[in-house]
């Protein structure tokens, strides 16, 4: 063994390579250098642990160049590539929630008034610009934006009943994916949780007997990702709001999504609007930005000035304020809601296609995949918005059926674009309503080279 490791070749001859002398212009010759070591790194472990006959060891050192180049491409490849997401859910978490414009401002690349008066040519705020928008497009007072929603609820909390009580719902103690539990963030800010209700009925009567002198506000939660049904209740907001004046608190209300229209408009159900509850009594809203604001990541709180203007004021502002990426796409996003042209936002574009364009781009996929011997069928399929808001709710949709099984499905995922789709009785099928319409032409190369790839016509389930 001890004859076959001295057969790897010292990482300078290595990089002699005429394949490797030509890497280092492009990659640079310290990284170069870093992938030469892996790769024997590698070759002499596969050595020392017996899995290689010495027979087959100057082969493998004769591939080692081709392994280092290998190597290199791995680590130049970008992080989190374009996928595909096929899978009919708008909102997907793990594929980034909301998509943005195609289209990022200019100023991004450039320098940039993030925290410039031009007018007054002084020192400027940076959220200044996005809080008249805000304020107008929620009718609130105030408002202030922070990274995410779990960092506006903290924030919240931290302002206005850091060591005193804030009182929830027991039906309303959410956990949403990606470790948000509301009890956590409220232990997290300093308050104290005050618990009241049952899991599936709570009245106006149980929030009344918990207000003690120390109670610094009600907080209400969104269900977000799921509903509780049968025998249920919850007092109106407004009544809470109502009961939350009379003693001077603060009603705040985690609304998630950020919704801000009638999502009966696209034939989904009924969600509350950050307006209606701003409306109903509630002081301080929060939700996210990559939601159905179809924004960036980033937490929104609106409300009554006397509430929300402290935030931008505390100590936690300064750490969970957003930076000038999101804020230049976010006025992006709020600008395009503020005039009507939803269809400059890629989540809005989607929700509008109608099933028929659907269907038309089905087909010419369909087409095309079938002349090159892939068996694909136009489907009907329910797509769905995701992200926690509007749980098992679908709306209409359509796209291709492959056949196919966990091989294909599989196959399509390792492809290049990764394409995520999903399996509806043993069949891979692909949803059109989230594959962004530049997106087509590429899906169908992936669709063949996956196809292909795992084993063409296979009998579904294989
Ligand atoms: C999504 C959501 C959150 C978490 O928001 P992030 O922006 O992911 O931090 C909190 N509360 C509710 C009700 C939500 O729907």
């Given amino acids: ?85 096929a899978t009919g859910v708008l909102i997907h978490t793990n594929l980034g929630r909301a998509p943005l414009p195609g289209d990022p401002p200019r100023s991004l690349a450039s320098y940039l008034a993030l925290e410039l008066d031009i007018a007054g040519g002084g020192r400027g705020q940076r959220l200044a610009p996005l809080r008249g928008r805000l304020e107008r497009l929620c009718g609130a007072e105030s408002a202030v934006m922070v990274n995410n929603n779990a960092a506006a609820l903290l924030l919240i909390l931290s302002a206005l009943a850091r060591g005193r009580e804030v009182i929830v719902s027991r ?32 009245h106006l009567e149980d ?43 603060p009603m705040i209300v985690d609304q998630g999504s950020g919704n801000l229209y009638d999502l009966r408009h696209w034939g989904l159900g009924d969600e509350p609007t950050v307006a209606s509850l701003l409306a109903a009594g509630a002081d301080v809203v929060c939700f996210s930005g990559d939601k159905l604001l179809g924004g960036p990541q980033a937490g929104i709180v609106v409300g009554r000035r006397q509430w929300v203007e402290p935030l ?39 929700l509008a296609e109608p099933v028929e364009a659907l269907a038309r781009r089905a087909r010419r996929i369909g087409r095309r995949l079938r002349a090159a011997g892939v068996p694909a069928s136009g489907c009907a ?30 196959a399509l995922r390792l492809g290049e674009p990764p394409v995520i789709a999903r399996i509806e009785d043993d069949a891979v099928v692909l949803d059109l309503r989230t594959v962004l319409p530049h997106q087509d032409r590429a899906l169908e190369a992936a669709i063949a080279a996956a196809y292909r790839s795992s084993g063409g016509a296979q009998p579904a389930g294989r």
């Fill in 312 to 350: 931008g004021a505390h100590p936690l502002y300064r750490a969970l304020r957003p930076d000038k990426t999101a804020l230049v796409l976010m006025d992006q996003v709020l600008r395009a809601h503020q005039s009507g042209r939803l269809h400059e936002i890629p989540l809005y574009a989607m």
């Fill in 381 to 410: 399929t329910r797509a769905a918005l995701g992200g926690g808001t509007t749980p098992e709710q679908t709306l209409a949709s359509y796209g291709l059926s492959l056949g196919g099984g966990q091989r294909l499905f599989d």
């Fill in 171 to 202: 039906g309303q103690l959410i956990e949403i994916g990606g470790s948000f539990r509301l009890p956590d963030v409220m232990a997290a800010s300093g308050c104290r949780l005050v618990e009241v209700g049952c899991t599936n009925r709570t």
């Fill in 1 to 85: 063994m001890q004859a076959a490791l001295r057969r790897i070749p010292a990482v300078h001859r290595l990089l002699d390579h005429p394949a490797l002398r030509e890497a280092v212009t492009s990659h640079g010759r310290e990284t170069v250098m870093e992938a030469c070591r892996a790769a024997t790194d590698q070759l002499r472990r596969r050595i020392s642990d017996g899995q290689l006959p010495s027979e087959a060891v100057d082969r493998a050192c004769a591939a080692l160049p081709a392994e280092v180049l290998v190597v290199l491409d791995g680590w130049a490849r970008p992080a989190y590539p374009e996928v595909v997401n």
């Fill in 207 to 249: 929030y009344q007997r918990a207000i003690t002198g120390d109670t610094a506000a009600i907080l209400s939660a969104h269900h977000s990702n799921f509903r509780i049904v049968g025998f249920t209740a919850e007092p109106p907001l407004s009544a809470l709001a109502e009961l939350a004046h009379s003693f001077g608190l």
